[in-house]
Nanobody, 125 residues
């Protein structure tokens, strides 16, 4: 399984970015895939995730209403649309995929995800 993120960069406060994660080799009838972020000196935290077919979508409270996770199954790409960006959104963003579908109350736990991308940096200033 490979996950390759792109789309990070430097953006002004209030601006937008769209992150992409191309997946390969990740074929699960039931799966969960999402985005995490890690700021300097802080633990990696869940940002958003979705179950197979988008039947369940989760967001961290800090990004709810500003970020949107979506998935294109034709080109095997996961997206994170980030609007109204704030300085506290500055972090390395990682795409992650689970081997098993986590429970709804553990979707944001790092340990629930087996496969990780290399990360893409987002800087808001």
């Amino acid at each position: 399984v490979q996950l390759v993120e792109s789309g990070g960069g430097l953006v002004e406060v209030g601006g937008s970015l769209r992150l992409s994660c191309v997946t390969s080799g990740y074929h699960r009838k039931r799966n969960c895939i999402g985005w995490f972020r890690e700021a300097p000196g802080k633990e990696r935290e869940g940002v958003a995730a979705m179950y197979t077919g988008g039947r369940k979508i989760f967001y961290a409270e800090a990004v709810r209403g500003r970020f949107t996770i979506s998935r294109n199954n034709v080109n095997n790409t996961l997206y994170l649309q980030m609007n109204n960006l704030k300085p506290e959104d500055t972090a390395s963003y990682y795409c992650a995929a689970a081997s098993f579908v986590p429970y709804a109350d553990t979707w944001n736990k790092v340990g629930e995800y087996t496969f990780w991308g290399q990360g893409t940096q987002v800087t808001v200033s």
